[in-house]
């Protein structure tokens, strides 16, 4: 299993970027995925995770309705879209996966097993 994640960079206040997260070894639709990110001195922040069985998403309130989670329709790549961006949005930002078989997706670090390397998203003021 492995998660190679690219998109991030530098970007404006108000900008958009795509992340793209590219599993190996394994499908979207066997696994759940997940978004964080962490920023300098703060800890690891869920922001979004999906359930390709289950259609089940969630975003967390500091990225809800500018951010949004998919995956292309082989479930090899998973995608965040984010609008709107703001300095506080800069941070670490890392695709992981796991190999739940339930309802829904978890959206806390603790609850994946299988995470990329990051990339880097900046927001200038």
């Known amino acids: 299993v492995q998660l190679v994640e690219s998109g991030g960079g530098l970007v404006q206040t108000g900008g958009s970027l795509r992340l793209s997260c590219a599993a190996s070894g394994f499908t979207f639709d066997e696994y759940t995925v997940g978004w964080f990110r962490q920023a300098p001195g703060k800890e690891r922040e869920g922001i979004s995770c999906t359930n390709t069985r289950d259609g089940l998403i969630y975003y967390s309130d500091s990225v809800k309705g500018r951010f949004t989670i998919s995956t292309n329709d082989a479930k090899t790549t998973a995608f965040l879209e984010m609008k709107s961006l703001k300095p506080d949005d800069t941070a670490l930002y890392f695709c992981?996966?796991?190999?739940?078989?339930?309802?829904?997706?978890?959206?806390?670090?603790?609850?994946?097993?299988?995470w990329g390397q990051g990339t880097q998203v900046t927001v200038s003021s």
């Open positions: 992981a996966a796991d190999n739940w078989k339930g309802v829904g997706c978890g959206h806390q670090p603790y609850e994946y097993d299988n």
